[in-house]
């Protein structure tokens, strides 16, 4: 699958998508994934950032409102669309590009910080992705992103379940397998039964890569890693929302912080 393809799915994804997280029904994200993130993102005020695959918007608005003058792309004209509007209603001085992030339109050097919440392991050539983030920071520079975990989300990870909803344990497998742009079928999982109805599921393709496969594309883009974390929900969160609670067990998410030398 290459990357018309890839535009294609998110597109098709975008209204939908940006409705439902709006709405609350993306737990994982909301509860667990971003607010980590965000606790170990260093200070951004005053400095210039890139928001890679931003999707609505969302999250690109809470880098904004601790200080930084971002620019945020996204390779679906819709989310673009969605993120310039909230920035009408609510101007926070982010620019919105619709772009490939593997294929960057920005000079070297022209961003102090990057971040992907969630976008780096949906494209089609995450090495490109990782090199054009790299190639765009200025010298000690970082980017930080977060991604499914390559170890403990694979292509193939079911939570089980007893009847009540209480989790028992994971069924994880095919760490090594590639699917090559395979299309995943899900919906946020506190989508209420009427929006079920009402809209189709999320078309997502799969490019899964392994660990070490990650960490070589950090490498060869000339990037040094300086901080990681496997988020994971606290007793208290999992007892009010169940759902999230297969992440006391093991991570579903990685995230990794990585820097440009400043003599590069």
Not at 182 to 197: D, I, L, M
Request: charge should be negative.
């Amino acid at each position: 699958m290459d990357r018309t393809h890839v535009a294609a799915c998110w597109e098709a994804n975008a209204e939908t998508w940006t409705q439902h997280a709006r709405a609350g029904y993306d737990l994982y994200r909301d509860a667990l994934n971003t607010p980590v993130f965000l606790a170990n993102l260093p200070p951004i005020a005053g400095l210039r950032g890139l928001d890679i695959g931003c999707g609505e918007g969302g999250n690109t608005r809470k880098l904004a409102e601790r200080g930084a003058r971002i620019t945020a792309i996204d390779i679906a004209p819709t989310f673009i669309r969605h993120g310039r509007e909230a920035e009408a209603q609510a101007p926070l001085g982010i620019t919105y590009l619709e772009s490939d992030g593997t294929a960057l339109p920005f000079a070297d050097e022209s961003f102090d910080f990057a971040t992907a919440f969630m976008s780096l392991m949906d494209m089609h050539r995450q090495d490109l992705g990782i090199a054009e983030a790299a190639r765009v920071l200025k010298p000690g520079g970082f980017l930080q992103f977060s991604i499914l975990h390559p170890c403990f989300a694979p292509p193939n990870r079911k939570v089980l379940r007893e009847g009540d909803g209480t989790v028992t344990g994971l069924l994880i497998s095919e760490y090594f397998s590639d699917p090559a742009g395979a299309v995943e079928v899900w919906r946020f999982g506190a989508v209420p039964e009427h929006e079920r109805a009402a809209s189709a599921p999320f078309r997502v393709p799969v490019f899964h890569k392994t660990l070490s496969e990650w960490v070589a594309f950090i490498v060869a883009a000339g990037l040094v890693i300086e901080h990681m974390a496997e988020p994971r929900i606290d007793p208290e969160t999992a007892a009010r929302e169940p759902y999230l609670a297969d992440t006391l067990m093991a991570p579903l998410f990685l995230h990794i912080r990585a820097r440009k030398p400043a003599g590069a």
